[in-house]
T-cell receptor, first 114, second 108 residues
Framework: ETGVTQSPTHLIKTRGQQVTLRCSSQ?????VSWYQQALGQGPQFIFQ???????GRGNFPPRFSGLQFPNYSSELNVNALELDDSALYLC?????????????FGPGTRLTVT | GIQVEQSPPDLILQEGANSTLRCNFS?????LQWFHQNPWGQLINLFY???GTKQNGRLSATTVATERYSLLYISSSQTTDSGVYFC??????????FGAGTTVTVRA
């Protein structure tokens, strides 16, 4: 069974630039969620994708957008980067429609905005 | 939205000691998960426990859904248990809501 993978591991960007982060879900899972974790805090929900559509969104501005592909992998795009976007970005996969809502997380992408 | 509170925020243990971490939540939940975040940032699944008691080695967890709390027990702690422990709940609105975490330091 393949776990959740994310790329890249680390990334440094300049304020105003755009970034794309990638996530491959665990085999057998059809739902991907993205979370942002600032230093010293718990992860905050950004959005979730199911059947290639956004299935729910947290309190994040529209410059945070995403995609889900037919193979259930996903991308998180952030435009017009701000210094406060520096954080660990975590992707989680799960199987919507099962009796379990358990989510499994990838290793994360650490984004630094300078 | 649902509020999740974890206590204590920090815990320092001597190797071999036992400890209890607590998670309170403000509304009924469909799912509760405990995670251990390793120094590299990955969240490791410890328990999926919307109700009842589960055990896995030296770790066990109990959730009393009717009273809106969950407890994580660490017995005979080891230095490898150090890290941040998160409780997260799912109340049907497609997102996990996390607490602020408990930072555990186990000293040899």
């Amino acid at each position: 069974e393949t776990g959740v993978t994310q790329s890249p591991t680390h990334l440094i960007k300049t304020r105003g630039q755009q970034v794309t982060l990638r996530c491959s879900s665990q085999s057998g899972h059809n739902t991907v969620s993205w979370y942002q974790q600032a230093l010293g805090q718990g992860p905050q929900f950004i959005f979730q994708y199911y059947r290639e559509e956004e299935n729910g969104r947290g309190n994040f501005p529209p410059r945070f957008s995403g995609l889900q592909f037919p193979n259930y992998s996903s991308e998180l795009n952030v435009n017009a980067l701000e210094l406060d976007d520096s954080a660990l970005y975590l992707c989680a996969s799960s199987r919507w429609g099962s009796t379990s809502y358990e989510q499994y997380f990838g290793p994360g992408t650490r984004l630094t905005v300078t | 939205g649902i509020q999740v509170e974890q206590s204590p925020p920090d815990l320092i243990l001597q190797e071999g000691a036992n400890s209890t971490l607590r998670c309170n939540f403000s509304d009924s939940v469909n799912n509760l998960q405990w995670f251990h975040q390793n120094p590299w940032g990955q969240l490791i699944n410890l328990f999926y426990i919307p109700s009842g008691t589960k055990q896995n080695g030296r770790l066990s967890a109990t959730t009393v859904a009717t009273e809106r709390y969950s407890l994580l027990y660490i017995s005979s702690s080891q230095t490898t248990d150090s890290g941040v422990y998160f409780c997260a709940v799912f109340s049907g609105d497609y997102k996990l809501s996390f607490g602020a975490g408990t930072t555990v330091t186990v000293r040899a």
